[in-house]
């Protein structure tokens, strides 16, 4: 079982930037480096949309994954050692207004880019891009 827990979330005006947070519970024996961990972010209105996504590529490392909506906006990095995954948000837009969530799943397999493949989320955080 994973716990997510989000942060970081608030007001913006357009152009700036903002750091979300999720912080992971897992089991004694795992950290959060045993998982695939994702954002997605759903606006008023609209449906649930992967943002981006970290998985374990096999190799040496972990690959990242972006929509095209957020690619070379936004990061995803982790910190397994603190059980943490973030996500900085730069050159913010109004079209960035949603809820954030984090999301976990063991199966380094997963469909990345499809909510339903994920197995653990948060509660979401709120973010307001201001013009």
């Known amino acids: 079982q994973v716990q997510l827990v989000e942060s970081g979330g608030g007001s913006v005006q357009a152009g700036g930037s903002l750091r979300l947070s999720c912080v992971a519970s897992?089991?004694?024996?795992?950290?959060?480096?045993?998982?695939?961990v994702g954002w997605f972010r759903q606006a008023p209105g609209k449906e649930r949309e992967f943002v981006a996504a970290s998985r374990w590529n096999g190799g040496y490392s972990y690959r990242s994954y972006y929509s095209d909506s957020v690619k070379g906006q936004f990061t995803i990095t982790r910190d397994n050692a603190k059980n943490a995954v973030y996500l900085q948000m730069n050159s913010l837009k109004s079209e960035d207004t949603a809820i954030y969530y984090c999301?976990?799943?063991?199966?380094?397999?997963?469909?990345?880019?499809?909510?339903?493949?994920?197995?653990?989320w948060g509660q979401g955080t709120q973010v307001t891009v201001s013009s």
């Open positions: 999301a976990a799943n063991g199966n380094w397999n997963v469909q990345y880019y499809a909510d339903r493949s994920w197995a653990y």
């Open positions: 897992v089991a004694s024996d795992r950290t959060l480096g045993n998982y695939a």
